[in-house]
């Protein structure tokens, strides 16, 4: 009979005691450390590598050299949503095991759901709710007009019994929601607990690699945004997608935090409504949609660069008269250290004095973006916020700003200035140095600019850059 022993685990880094703690030493988290009982299994060295040996037949069935190891080329499979076969390469690839996090009513059910549907038209398709009843699924389905022969539901939080209907269905593919939810029949901790999330989403792992069928495994995240539960269940999977809300959660973003089968560059853009999720095509059509109003101070346009998809997007700056001791900086969307060091050169080369004003920086619609090429954009707008001047509405600003003042390269600038043709603007500010190899055929007139200064003359006029 297996002798239990009693330890205490943090729910945030999976940090055992044989104590209880009020601060986990691993994290530093307080109040996370929870009682779990496990199974003590004594054994020597000698049993544990015999173990080992053993199980080397479940994955490769024996050890190869590297030059003789059989090379198989991958074959995908296409969900039928465009937006999430972008983030994952090209389609799901056989043995896959792709994570979904996101907070909670943003849509993940729903977007596994629409997956479901199309995919089951492949084959056989099990779709695991271990937090909804059958009932709730089924009518979800036909409220998003979805139906498919190949796709069987089942209700459970039991981990032999949802692999019991693996057996019996013998799915090529298969959703469970969510992670949290289900319980290991060996383990006596609660749902959800660090050591029943690692063991079932362990189990599922090794089902999916012998039988080469796809795995999507719902999960929740903290109040933080952080993956819910152990972070070696990230480190077990092949992908990990996180679903956020932009624009007033108008706009859901899926973003590849971790993907063995293609990119973690892009993002996929959806919108919810009554039937569902919908696909974001159009990214610039979207973000485009208010950037046609007459030019204000503060107001400047940039084209940032997700992966391989142009976005265009609008810098807006507040610069106002403090009534603190110390000047407040803020940035939403935008990193507020890379702001600092933007306003530190707008100070040193356009001779703007803001230590006696507060300075507020965002992102229009709510987006949080790294891209360099936002500087100038943002640079400008707030040179024109400070001196009550607008950028043209036509204009376009592109450019990484340096420490020194100088306007750097940024990549894809041709495909940056055409996305931006599109919406209509006739002119860009472009850095100099690349301006010199667009083409000529360009729909848009390129101004290369070399430093702040240059850029401030070609925006507001050469009164303003002094």
Known sequence: MARLKTVHRCQQCGHSASKPMGQCPGCGEWNTMAEEVVEARPGSLTESVAEARGSLTSFSSAVVALKDAREEAETRTPVGLPELDRLLGGGVVPGQVVLLAGPPGIGKSTLMLQAAARLAARGPFLYASGEESLRQVSSRAKRLGLSAESLYLVSETSLAKILAAVEQVKPWAMVLDSVQTVTHPQLTSSPGSVGQVRECAAELVRAAKARDSVVFLLGHVTKDGALAGPKVLEHIVDTVLYFDTENHDLLRVLRAQKNRFGPTDEIGLFEMGEGGLSEVKDATAFFAAELGRSAAPGRAVSVALEGSRPVLVEAQALVVPTRYPLPRRMATGLDLNRVLVLLA??????????????????????????????????????????????????????????????IGRVPRLEARLKEAAKAGFKRALVPARGAKDLPKSLPIKAIGVADLRAAAEAAFGSDEAE
């Open 345 to 406: 050169a707008m100070e040193r080369h356009l001779g703007l004095r803001l230590e006696d004003r507060d300075c507020f920086v965002s992102l229009a619609g709510g987006l949080r973006l790294k891209d360099p090429a936002l500087d100038l954009a943002a640079g400008l707008a707030v040179a024109g916020s400070a001196r009550d001047k607008a950028v043209p509405a036509d204009l376009v600003l592109l450019g990484e700003v340096g420490l020194l003042g100088e």
